[in-house]
Structure formats: C-alpha cells, structure tokens
C-alpha cells in the first residue's frame, strides 16, 4: 500500500514538472509534528523538579522529572500492557510517555484540567495550577 501510495505520488509530480515552466522547481516542504502538549509538559517538569531527571520525593516515592508515583505507573502499565519500571522514570523519554497518555486522554483540550489532575485533587490544584501557568 505504502509502495503503490509512493508510486502514485512520483507519477503525479512528473507530470507536474513536464508542464512546469523553466525557472520554477516543484519541492516538498517539511513540516516539524504538532505537540500539543510540550509547552504543559515543560511547565510541569519546571514546577516538580525544575527540570531535574534524577528528582526523587521520599515522602510520594515519586521519581524522574515529572515525579511519577507508583500508583500511576501501575495504572499505566495496567491500562497499556507496559511493564515499566519506577526506576525508568528517571528517563525523561518513559516518564514523558506516561504524562502524555494521560494528558491525550483529557475530554477536552484543557491544559489547566490535565496540570491539576496530575497533580492530584483538592484544593492544592489551584496553587499547582498557578504555577504552571506561569511556565506555559
């Protein structure tokens, strides 16, 4: 499908350039993915760690630059079949990967709904909220 997708492409773009006046050049332009979530996802590694990877909270045994919890790892790996490790927390690559499974699952695009559900509930949320804003 891939190849025939491919084939098709080639075949229109020659035949665009043989009816392309001299001077003028056909070309594909790169695009770079959209990340919706990079800017809150920046901001609340500013706000757990200040960007630390190797952070760790004793008291939440929370770990990593985002400071993953075991109880959301365990539902993580229970919701996508993974087998991470808390102690692969400390990659930010894993630890982002288990933020943005979250934050897609989000009803709606709301960044301040995401920031306060990861950070837990209550009213601490707000002020948690605050201060990710002022990073986004």
């Not at 790169?30 to 952070?55: D, F, G, M």
Request: proline share 4%; with cysteine; aromatic share 12%.
């Amino acid at each position: 499908m891939k190849r025939l997708l491919l084939i098709s492409c080639m075949a229109f773009m020659s035949s665009l350039a043989g009816n392309m006046t001299p001077g003028k050049v056909l070309y594909i332009a790169s695009y770079e993915p959209i990340q919706p979530y990079e800017q809150l996802w920046r901001a609340v590694c500013h706000v757990e760690t200040k960007n630390n990877p190797l952070a760790y909270n004793r008291k939440e045994q929370a770990t990593g630059i985002a400071q993953i919890r075991p109880i959301r790892l365990k539902d993580y790996n229970e919701r996508t079949r993974s087998h991470l490790k808390i102690t692969e927390m400390y990659d930010p690559k894993k630890s982002k990967t288990v933020f943005l499974f979250y934050a897609e699952r989000c009803k709606y695009f709301d960044l301040e709904r995401i920031a306060k559900s990861w950070n837990g509930r209550g009213k601490k949320t707000n002020k948690y909220w605050k201060e990710v804003k002022k990073h986004l």
